[in-house]
């Protein structure tokens, strides 16, 4: 079974729509992250969400545009809001601290889930 | 700043071997990650070095050097399932990874 789940796998939105991606993980993780792949492109990061306050952002990227919520160590969610054409991506979250004992390796290790493919007329 | 420079684009052919390699500078360091990703799927662990030396699993290994900010993998009998993008990223002590803008490596017959 998947350790990292990510809700939608896809999805084709309107502009000026929102939508809100949501990450589980099947166990408790120290830190879980956002990032942007666009195409072609290397990974960006959003922001890291932190639970039970407010996410920490990376230069480009506000709070009212990229909304994130991490209630418990388990899960997250993205939202995309008001999108317009440029927000097209990929959207992965990616987690550390899975148990070194479960993996056997080092626990700075990240892993993604398998993201969330977006795409805005 | 935080700069981490790998090739953009590299060939190869089935069998042979292929040296990928990436050069980093940054504020910390906490360990060297190389991470591969096929066409529309999310990165996937390979390898991770945090003292200089190789480290070898099965037909992948990792090289690292700290002192140069230098580090390498190694693909040894390639295999067309190889052909992905791999993303050189350091790590620094409670902070999300740092990572270059990856190499895609295509692996003919």
């Known amino acids: 079974s998947a350790v990292i789940s990510q809700k939608p796998s896809r999805d084709i939105c309107q502009r000026g729509t929102s939508l809100t991606i949501q990450c589980q993980v099947d166990?408790?993780?120290?830190?879980m992250f956002w990032y942007r792949q666009q195409p072609g492109q290397s990974l960006t990061l959003i922001a890291t969400?932190?639970?039970?306050?407010?996410?920490?952002?990376e230069s480009g990227f506000v709070i009212d545009k990229f909304p994130i919520s991490r209630p418990n160590l388990t899960f997250s969610t993205l939202t995309v809001s008001n999108m317009s054409p440029e927000d097209s991506s990929i959207y992965l979250c990616s987690v550390v601290g899975l148990a070194g004992a479960l993996t056997g390796r080092p626990t700075d290790t990240q892993y993604f889930g398998p993201g969330t493919r977006l795409t805005v007329l | 700043g935080q700069n981490i420079d790998q090739p953009t684009e590299m060939t190869a052919t089935e069998g042979a071997i292929v040296q990928i390699n990436c050069t980093y500078q940054t504020s910390g360091f906490n360990g060297l990650f190389w991470y591969q990703q096929h066409a529309g799927e999310a990165p996937t662990f390979l390898s991770y070095?945090?003292?200089?030396g190789l480290e070898e699993k099965g037909r992948f290994s990792s090289f690292l050097s700290r002192s140069k900010g230098y580090s390498y993998l190694l693909l040894k009998e390639l295999q067309m399932k190889d052909s992905a993008s791999y993303l050189c990223?350091?790590?620094?002590?409670?902070?999300?990874?740092?990572f270059g803008k990856g190499t895609t490596l295509s692996v003919s017959s």
């Open positions: 990223a350091v790590g620094q002590a409670g902070t999300a990874l740092i």
């Open positions: 166990s408790q993780v120290t830190m």
């Open positions: 070095n945090v003292l200089d």
């Open positions: 969400a932190n639970q039970g306050s407010e996410a920490t952002y």
